[in-house]
């Protein structure tokens, strides 16, 4: 069984919490943040225990994408996303771990410069397969993919 946190929009609002920012933005945070846990809290490839929510992110034109996610979003466009009340979230330390590094080593990129990072990354080059960079796609990004690439940017 995994360690999971109850719901990926969790997290969202953590990330939202901590500074206004796109939906394409939070997109690649939520996706960074996924990666990060999957190399701090496993051991390896073949044995993923252990995730930050249950992961549904698509190979899609713009990078990672969370389906879901992208569904509570998609009117906002390129406006900022904010959350108006303030709520206490409360995540284990493993978690706020995860969060903060993403922040730590994505947090001041932009929108776009995270796109461009996850796609020169192997987890949504492998996804996409051998669509152009504009074909559409909902192809899944692979955990086994994800983990071995957060375990090259935290520990190489």
Known sequence: MKNEVSDIYEVAKWFL??????????QKLLY?????????????????SKSLFQNNFEA????????????????????????????TLTFNQEILNALNK???IYGSYSADELENI?????PWINARKNLSPIDASNNA?????IFSTFKKVLYE
């Open 17 to 26: 919490h901590t500074e206004p920012m796109t939906h394409k933005k939070l």
């Open 118 to 122: 996850s796609h020169n990354q192997a």
């Open 141 to 145: 990004i692979s955990d086994k993919d």
């Open 102 to 104: 993403t922040m730590e």
């Open 60 to 87: 899609w034109v713009h990078g990672p994408v969370d389906p879901y996610i992208y569904s509570l979003y998609k009117n906002s466009g390129i406006n900022l996303l904010y959350l108006e009340n303030i709520e």
């Open 32 to 48: 960074f943040s996924y990666g990060i846990y999957l190399a701090q809290n496993n051991d390896n490839a073949n044995e993923l």
